[in-house]
């Protein structure tokens, strides 16, 4: 009988692609009772970056690679197959990924994106001040502003690799 695992999670999570943990936990569900499991760790081309190999017991829940440390701002994927209780052979991989994101304060250069300063002025009148006809002294126009929209138009030199 062949066993395949599904539900695979990365930290309790499925695919996450900004994972914030240098030493990821691994789980997965199999419906039937399991004698072992294997879990290898692929970088995007396919190599094998790390391994467990075979390991006797049932796993499943926050499985950890030994060895294994992400770097920071890398896309990975895993597999991991089960052999059952009841035959020699393994089931088939079951497949998904996972990426790091920004793990060290090195890592973010870029200036945050911030609006101009200006001074805001808040309106404080009342029901009470619109039946006396009193009104604000500032004209509409210099007391209420458009929301700032922080955006920013701009030139890819090279071709994209990626990008989240």
Do not use: C, K, N
Request: no cysteine.
């Amino acid at each position: 009988m062949s066993v395949i695992a599904t539900d695979l999670r990365v930290e309790h999570l499925h695919a996450p692609l900004a994972l914030g943990e240098r030493r990821p936990r691994f789980s997965w569900i199999v419906d039937v009772p399991t004698a072992a499991y294997e879990l290898e760790l692929l970088d995007r081309d396919g190599g094998l970056v790390a391994g467990t190999g075979r390991v006797a017991g049932l796993g499943g829940v926050l499985v950890e690679v030994p060895g294994f440390i992400a770097e920071s701002d890398t896309d990975y994927r895993w597999r991991v197959r089960v052999w059952p209780t009841d035959a020699g052979e393994p089931g088939p991989w079951a497949e998904s990924r996972f990426g790091t994101g920004l793990l060290d304060p090195a890592d973010w250069t870029a200036a945050w994106v911030a609006a101009p300063d200006s001074a805001t002025a808040v309106e404080r009148w009342t029901m009470l001040d619109w039946i006396m006809g009193r009104r604000p002294e500032e004209p509409v126009e210099r007391r209420l502003r458009p929301v700032r929209m922080l955006r920013q138009r701009f030139e890819v030199a090279r071709p994209v690799v990626r990008a989240r």
